[in-house]
């Protein structure tokens, strides 16, 4: 179950949305979550929530106005 | 019934490797008195064998070498039949466990029931109507920022050149100060200059607030979504438009934004194309120029540039990716569309305040900096008459070295040291051109008729009753968004000093086609290097020899599209 | 003294502190998003004359604590050595939700199923069977909807016959590292 996140995510074309993956892999949106984190913990998927800039806003920002502006950003989950 | 049983009859049984392992494995760590007073064994077994950093940690403190080398036998023996993924194995027939438990336990509607969010995004991520949805609300989010800010624009206009000028004006001359260089910098550096731009604060307030009404309620999940459908059908492989939403606030988070791109072409080719993303800063120019220029249809202009903005970046893009960038693999990814809800005040409230917070920290820092330089410049007379602060802004230092890249500009049709300037000074910041055409245009001479005296009192009761009617000016413009007309054509000004000046000078730069000129002045700004800071991101990001061809490639697309909009304009004019 | 302690635990916002305060009259923080309860709540419920105490814990997804404040539920469950583990389900998302039960399974921790917002997973259109669940994993399950007050009672029952049953000697009430 766990590799076919993986698979579908290889194989597909475009941007896909949570849910539209959830319906293709016939799984809960909650589990395809949950099955989403532990991919991201094993460093295979990579969540752009927690990835450099997006949730600390910490030191990759040097004298920009900028950080405020990247919460508008939404979430997305990409291969590594 | 007396009593009732809590403990499970059903444990789930892992693949018989692993079970083996997990009776052997807990047997051995048995032995261990301080383990097995904590942990329940079994339960112990499972969580080493899945990886667990901290039992493992405690299983070494506590168990001593003995278990942790019967730790490490039981994976060596787990590893030829699962390799490295032995978690993965794990957590999977976990799933399957619970999966299998869940289609006993749970009868799904045969047709799952369609919510609110799901109805909404048939029709607003329909192949199809997704991109004009897009773009309608685009239409009305810049006729809001133009139209309903306006009437507050020049209420503080008002306030800054009236009331806080003449107090300025007299605190000086109570110090016995006035009439000096001080009083040529405050009024004509800072006020002009800082002011020229504080004056755009509700332009910049109504697009945050746009901003984060888009954001809060989900919708800015769902246009990335749909414009990253349409870059991927046009051959643009990879979420570059997510950081690309980013860049209609600010370009700089949205060059660090693409960090999230995995592969490091998408990397560079977004980084290249953000910047083309009409940021908040430059929104003042649009309006300042569009009000004078095409004040009956500013929104149009300011939504064209935006759109124009969106298309150049899909274009070089698709260009790019053709030649320089080759046929990488394309990025598959999944997008996160949060459930529809109604923005909450509070949310929107805190967005629009921490934004415009922001732009105000770079008004007193970059703004100040840049007015009060250009104020030096502008004062210092190269030739002619005047002393210090007394000469003609023709012949400054200023006017000197604009004038030596006006030639570059003049095919555009604003080659006027005016101009020129004030795009050189924009390097720096896109607020800063606005600033610097304030000062530069800031016609001297005729003194505005001596205004009446007034006291303090007066004049804040002033301020107060023009707020009051700035507001009422702004409500009436709502309904025009949608259409309707409420407030009557207001009979148009004779233009004031600025107004007439600017007008006067884009004319003049291009023979009698000054609203033409202008045109091309905004694609200008709308396309050259969005500030310092954005260099200095891509130089992070992408290393000097990306940042030059950013910069030089910037500035080359700027100057083909100003030019063909002038000359292609006035041929067919 | 109190006679018996009772664990609630289970994933993010399925509305554990909803159910406590519920149960226990106090007023721990309540909203709708994940993550709110940090820290382990104690309170107190008298059945029958019998003292339970009543912990509320942070949610958590698994019992491989990624973050402090799942190591801090899943101390309590391991090692805190509860009369009961009152795992409470959202049962809107049952899938989800069971795989920390059957993390818990795996503790042999004693345990009893709250499927909580059974108003939402009706108004989904899913019908939820808790007597399977119920036979097959051994323990008892209960529907709820906490927020309306339903199945309350149910649990209270449940809690006052266990109070009831003479305990069996616990092995020494340890407490994880
Ligand atoms: N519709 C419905 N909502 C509920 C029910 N029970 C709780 N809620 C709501 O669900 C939300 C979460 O409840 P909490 O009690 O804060 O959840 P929690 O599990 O303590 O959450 P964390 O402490 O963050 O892990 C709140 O908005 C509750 O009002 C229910 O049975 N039905
Ligand atoms: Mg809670």
């Known amino acids: 179950m766990l590799q076919k996140v993986l698979q579908a995510l290889e194989e597909t074309q475009g941007p896909v949305s949570l849910d539209e993956l959830s319906r293709q892999l016939e799984l809960d949106v909650g589990v395809l979550e949950g099955m989403i984190d532990f991919w991201v913990r094993k460093g295979k998927l990579k969540d752009s929530r927690l990835a450099a800039c997006a949730g600390g806003c910490g030191n990759c920002n040097p004298g920009a106005q900028g950080c405020t502006f990247d919460r508008g950003r939404p979430r997305s989950i990409t291969l590594t | 019934m007396t009593s009732i049983g809590l403990t499970p009859s059903l444990r789930m049984t892992y693949a018989s490797p692993i079970e083996a392992e997990l009776t052997r494995l807990s047997e051995d760590l048995g032995h261990c008195p301080d383990l097995v007073a904590r942990y329940p064994m079994r339960w112990l077994a499972i969580q080493l064998l899945e990886g667990d950093a901290l039992l493992q940690a405690e299983v070494e403190r506590l168990g001593g070498s003995v278990a942790s080398e019967a730790l490490a036998a039981s994976r060596m023996r787990l590893e030829t039949h699962y390799g490295e993924d032995l978690d993965v194995a794990m957590v999977d027939q976990r799933y399957r466990f619970v999966h299998d438990l869940a289609a006993q336990a749970l009868t799904r509607p045969k047709t799952p029931s369609l919510t609110m969010s799901d109805r909404v995004d048939r029709i607003v991520t329909n192949r199809w109507l997704g991109i004009p949805i897009f773009l309608g609300l685009m239409w009305v989010v810049f006729k809001l920022t133009t139209d309903v800010a306006a009437p507050f624009v020049d209420w503080i206009d008002a306030v800054l050149t009236g009331p806080v000028s003449h107090w300025i004006i007299s605190l000086l001359s109570i110090t016995g100060l006035s009439g000096g260089w001080l009083e040529s910098l405050l009024i004509d550096g800072v006020i002009a200059g800082v002011g020229g731009v504080l004056v755009f604060i509700p332009v910049l307030f109504s697009l945050y607030f746009a901003l ?362 | 003294m109190a006679d018996l302690t009772i664990a609630l635990a289970g994933n993010p916002n399925v509305g554990k502190s909803t159910l406590f305060n519920a149960l226990t009259g106090k007023h721990q923080h309540v909203g709708n998003w994940p993550g709110k309860t940090v820290a382990k709540q104690e309170g107190k419920l008298i059945i029958e004359g019998k003292h339970l105490t009543i912990i509320d814990l942070p949610g958590t997804y698994s019992l491989s604590a990624h973050s402090p404040e799942e190591e801090i539920a899943r101390n309590f469950i391991v090692c805190g050595r509860p009369d009961a583990v009152v795992n409470v389900l959202d049962a809107a998302n049952l899938e989800r939700n069971l795989y920390l039960s059957a993390q818990i399974l795996e503790t042999g921790a004693p345990m009893i199923l709250v499927l909580n917002m059974t108003d939402v997973a009706t108004a989904r259109g899913l019908q939820i069977h808790p007597e399977v669940l119920s036979t097959r994993l051994g323990i008892p399950v209960i529907t709820m909807a906490a927020s309306r007050g339903q199945g309350l009672s149910e649990l209270k029952r449940l809690l006052a016959t266990l109070a009831r049953t003479p305990r069996e000697a616990m092995v020494g009430s340890s407490v994880c590292a």
């Open chain 2, 212 to 573: 984060a009404i888009l954001e809060d309620s989900g919708y800015m999940a769902r246009s990335a979504f749909v414009m990253d459908r349409l870059m991927h059908r046009l051959g643009l492989h990879g979420k570059s438009f997510l950081p690309m939403i980013v860049g209609f606030g600010c370009s700089v988070p949205a060059i660090y934004a693409t960090r999230t791109l995995e592969n490091e072409r998408d990397r560079i080719l977004t980084g290249l194309l953000v910047p083309f993303m009409s940021c908040s800063a430059r929104l003042p120019v649009y309006v300042l120029v569009a009000a004078i220029f095409f004040p009956t249809m500013a929104g149009l202009v300011i939504f064209g540039l935006y759109l124009t903005g969106i298309l150049v970046a899909i274009g070089l893009g698709i260009l790019l990716k053709h030649t320089l960038f080759g046929n990488e693999l394309p990025t598959p990814f999944v997008i996160e569309l949060p459930p529809y809800r109604l923005p909450t005040l509070r949310n929107i409230w805190q967005q629009m305040w921490e934004r415009t917070a922001a732009f105000l920290q770079h008004a007193w820092t970059i703004i100040l900096g840049t007015s009060m330089l250009i104020w030096l410049l502008l004062a210092l007379p190269v030739s002619g008459e005047g002393g210090f602060a007394e000469t003609d802004v023709d012949q400054s230092a200023f006017a000197a070295v604009s004038g030596v890249v006006t030639p570059v500009f003049a095919p555009l049709g604003f080659g006027s040291w005016e101009t020129s300037g004030a795009l050189l000074t924009g390097f720096v910041a896109k607020e800063v051109v606005v600033s610097t055409m304030i000062q530069v245009y800031n016609v001297p001479g005729e003194e505005e008729e001596e205004a009446v005296a007034t006291t303090f009192g007066e004049d804040l009761l002033a301020i107060g009753g023009s707020f009051v009617s700035a507001t009422s000016d702004a409500l009436k413009a709502i309904p025009s968004i949608i259409g309707i007309n409420l407030a009557a054509e207001e009979d148009e000004q004779a233009p004031d000093g600025l107004t007439g000046a600017i007008r006067q000078g884009f004319d003049a730069s291009s023979g009698g086609h000054g609203a033409l000129a202008a045109l091309a002045f905004l694609v200008f700004v709308l396309l050259y290097t969005p500030c310092m800071v954005a260099v200095a991101a891509a130089r992070q990001e992408f290393g000097s020899r990306w940042m030059w061809v950013s910069i030089i490639g910037q500035f080359v697309i700027a100057w083909l599209a100003a030019l063909i909009v002038f000359q292609g304009g006035r041929f067919f004019l």
